[in-house]
């Protein structure tokens, strides 16, 4: 249009992806400045916005009048991940218009493993969650100091800690808190936006790509990270700066240390679990096997047993999820999901698509975009009479996502799809055990 294109910027990331979305629009749309030459106002995305307020002006004015029948409450309750107020592009009222999420998976983002999540940090994040009518039952995660994974002497200074943060949680209701054990790394992937075929992109893990070199591996994600201003939990760039330091520090923490270190660290919190009312649920290890030699413990249906029986306790609970444990297609998620389905409090959806080679895709959620067998296992959550939090967990990155405006793995579009899947897949058992029922 041989003028430069400016977008005003209204302070709120949450209008990022919309306003890229309406870019080709707003050129017919757009009032121009004739001194500075400058197309500063783009006309058209304020008529939306506007229009939209007036919609939620008008059903706010007569609050009898319900636009939409209330949807039917289900047992298990339906979670969807989220990075917080700034620190993510969608919004809560994005969330809310996603049928049948009723919780928010949260965090405290900015805090690091070890440090106590204070009363008026997470009242903020309640505020917002409740103005919503959202519950914040699940928090993903409280990390956990390596001091406490290494077993070192400081360890005993980082679980009072936890303890604390548990009590706080406590004050506002949460339930369940998401965790894992891993040493140093969190989920570890190749490649954050990978081709999938149809115009997608998805994470990718290439198996012959992780071997020894682990400072490959982190400044891949860091360089990520910081090119898009976006950190991930678990790979804090204040502990990837001490990578070295890290590595020598679990070098005698053998498979047998970590078993025992977490149980040490479990048998500490479970008195304090108790009195909160407040289920600890370890995240499976992602990928399901050892990395860089550091030993992962949560890898299939044996491990599993290990650790439940190990800290036998109902506060001493499972994040099963479905795409960490399948990522090693031997493991059969769903006749885990039988054996223990009273011990799961947060279950996590993700399919993925096995390469010959031992490379996998993160899939869509419809059961035959890949292996994991999702109908099978939403079956015996179903058939276990699952009363806990499920959340749709990475999806693809659709249509304008990519990097720079979508967390990978946790874009707006595939997760919403996800549940729809989901909840349809429900639905019919529901309708057909009561058809059973009435013979
Ligand atoms: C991946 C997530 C994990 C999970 C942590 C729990 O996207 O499922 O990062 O949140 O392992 O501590």
Known sequence: VGSEMCIRDSGSAGLTPFFLFSMPFCIKYTRKNSKSRRIDYCQFATDILEYKQGCAAAVAADGKAKQHKEETPMPMKMGWRW???GNDPITLNDIKQIPG???????LHNKMPGEIWEIDEIQKVADQIHAYGFDMDVVESVNVHDDIKIGLPTRDKYIENYKQCIRNLSKFGVKVICYNFMPIFDWTRTDLFHPVGDGSTALFYQKDMIQDDYKAMADYILGFTEKYHMTFPGWEPERMAKLDELFKAYAPVTKEKLWE??????????PTCRECDIKMAIHMDDPPWDIFGLPRLLVDAESIDRFLSMVDDEY???TLCSGSLNANPNNNVAEIVRK???RIAFA???NIHHFPNGDFSEAAHRDCCGETGIIEILRAY???????YIRPDHGRQLWEEGPGNCRPGYGKYDRALGIQYMLGVWDLLDRLDEEKKKG
Do not use: P, Q
Request: aromatic share 14%; hydrophobic share 35%; proline share 0%.
């Open 101 to 107: 999420v009723t919780s928010i998976v949260w965090a």
């Open 348 to 350: 996590h959806i993700r």
């Open 340 to 342: 223990h389905c009273d």
């Open 261 to 270: 270190n977490l149980k040490y660290f479990l048998e500490a919190l479970m």
């Open 316 to 318: 001493n609970c499972l």
């Open 382 to 388: 179903h058939d276990g009479g699952y009363e806990g």
């Open 83 to 85: 990075y917080g107020e």
